[in-house]
C-alpha cells in the first residue's frame, strides 16, 4: 500500500524550550509534504525516525522562509515562529530550497506536467486540513470555540488540534461516528454518544471540504478491508481501546 511521499527529509536541530536555556538543540527527523488530496503542505517534526507521534507545522498560513545565519533559519507562518538549525550551510540551503518550494509553489520556476489520479490509490497515512471550526450545540458544549484548527484523519480517528502548539483536543473514533459529509463549503461529521465529546454534529470549514470527505471515506473503507481480515495488531490495539471507552 502507497504512502504519501515527502518533498524532503532528514534531521534537523530544534532549540532548547521553557527555561533550560543553556540546554543543547535537540535532534528531530523532519517530513516534509507539498499539498495534495492527503492534506496541506506541512512539516511534520518527529523525534526520531522510527517515531509514530510527531507535531505538525502548517505551511498553508506560511508568510516568511529565511535563512537567520549560516546553519539557522526561520519559518514564520500568521500564528508563529518557528527556528531550526543544520549540520551544515548545505544542509541549510537544501531546506530552504525545499520549505520555499511548498510554501510558495507559484513563485517557485517549476516544469509544467500533466497529473491524473489513480482511483486504485489508496493513503494509510494521515490526512491534515486546516479548518474553521463553526458553532454548533455540539461544539459550544465542549467549550470549541470558532476559529482554526488542525483536521488530523488518523488510520482509526479523527483528530481536532490546536494550530500554535498542535496540541490534541479531541480524538473521535470513526466506529463511533454516525454520519459524515459536506455541504455549503462545510465539512460536517455526527458523533455517537460513546466519543468524548458526547452525541451531535460538528461542522468545519474548508475551501476543499470534498477533499476531506474523500479523504475520510478512504480511511473508511481502509478499515472495512481491515475488518474482513488484513487487520494489523496496531489496528486492532485501536480497535479494542475504542470499545473499551
Not at 148 to 169: F, G, H, P, W
Not at 187 to 212: N, V, Y
Request: glycine share 6%.
Amino acid at each position: 500500500m502507497q504512502q504519501e511521499e515527502a518533498v524532503h527529509k532528514g534531521f534537523l536541530l530544534l532549540p532548547p524550550v521553557g527555561k533550560l536555556l543553556k540546554k543543547s538543540w535537540q535532534h528531530k527527523y523532519c517530513l516534509l509534504f507539498k499539498s495534495s488530496k492527503n492534506g496541506i503542505e506541512r512539516l511534520e517534526v518527529y523525534d526520531a525516525a522510527d517515531s509514530k507521534e510527531c507535531k505538525i507545522i502548517t505551511l498553508e498560513n506560511c508568510v516568511k522562509v529565511h535563512a537567520k545565519t549560516p546553519t539557522t533559519f526561520c519559518i514564520t507562518t500568521k500564528t508563529a515562529t518557528h527556528e531550526f538549525g543544520t549540520a551544515t550551510e548545505q544542509n541549510l540551503n537544501e531546506w530552504l530550497s525545499a520549505i520555499q518550494s511548498v510554501a510558495f509553489p507559484d513563485e517557485v520556476s517549476q516544469v509544467s506536467c500533466i497529473e491524473e489520479d489513480n482511483d486504485l490509490y489508496c493513503s494509510s497515512g494521515e490526512g491534515v486540513f486546516s479548518v474553521k471550526l463553526h458553532p454548533s450545540p455540539a461544539s459550544q458544549r465542549c467549550g470549541l470555540e470558532s476559529k482554526s484548527y488542525t483536521l488530523v484523519l488518523t488510520s482509526t480517528a479523527i483528530q481536532l488540534r490546536t494550530v500554535i502548539d498542535d496540541r490534541l483536543l479531541f480524538t473521535w473514533p470513526y466506529c463511533y461516528i454516525r454520519r459524515y459529509g459536506y455541504k455549503n463549503g462545510k465539512f460536517t461529521f455526527e458523533a455517537g454518544r460513546k466519543c468524548e465529546s458526547g452525541e451531535g454534529a460538528f461542522f468545519l470549514e474548508h475551501p476543499k471540504q470534498q477533499d476531506i470527505f474523500r479523504s475520510l471515506a478512504t480511511k473508511m473503507k481502509s478499515m472495512k478491508k481491515l475488518l474482513s481480515g488484513e487487520s494489523t495488531p496496531s489496528f486492532w490495539t485501536a480497535l479494542i481501546s475504542c470499545k473499551l471507552h
